[in-house]
C-alpha cells in the first residue's frame, strides 16, 4: 500500500509539473515525464525482485523445467517495456512510433513463445497420429 500511495505521489507531482512546462518546452516536459518514469521504475525494483524470487521459488517447488517458466518473466518483461515505451511515444505526440514499439512487443512476445508453441503443436500432432 505505501509503494503505490508514493508512486501515485510522484505520478501526480510529476503530471503537474510536465502540464506546468509543456506549454513552454514541450521537449523539457517530455524530459520530465521520461524522468518520472525511471524514478517510479526505480521504486519498484525491490518489489520485481521479489516477486521474481517468488517465481524462481515456485518454479523449483512444481518441478516445472525453467524453459516453461522462462518464457513466461521475459513475456512479462516484454509487456511492460511496450506498454512503457508506447505511451511515452503517445506523449510526445508520436502515435505512429508508439504502434511501431507496440508491434515490436508484440512480435518479440510471439518470438519468445515460439518454442512453446512448437511443443504444443509437437503434442496435438502426436495425439492425433
Not at 511492460?80 to 515490436?104: K, N, P
Not at 510471439?110 to 502426436?126: N, R, Y
Amino acid at each position: 500500500m505505501e509503494l503505490i500511495t508514493q508512486a501515485a505521489a510522484v505520478c501526480v507531482a510529476g503530471a503537474l509539473l510536465v502540464l506546468t512546462v509543456r506549454q513552454g518546452s514541450p521537449v523539457m516536459a517530455l524530459c520530465l515525464t521520461i524522468g518520472v518514469v525511471i524514478i517510479i521504475l526505480l521504486f519498484l525494483m525491490p518489489s520485481v525482485r521479489e516477486l521474481l524470487l517468488f517465481f524462481q521459488e515456485l518454479e523449483q517447488r512444481s518441478g516445472l523445467p525453467s524453459a516453461l517458466m522462462r518464457p513466461l518473466y521475459k513475456t512479462m518483461g516484454i509487456a511492460l517495456v511496450t506498454r512503457i515505451g508506447g505511451d511515452l511515444c503517445r506523449d510526445a505526440g508520436e502515435s505512429a512510433l508508439a504502434a511501431a514499439v507496440e508491434t515490436a512487443g508484440s512480435v518479440c512476445a510471439l518470438l519468445i513463445a515460439l518454442p512453446l508453441l512448437k511443443q504444443v503443436v509437437e503434442i496435438l500432432l502426436g495425439m492425433t497420429a
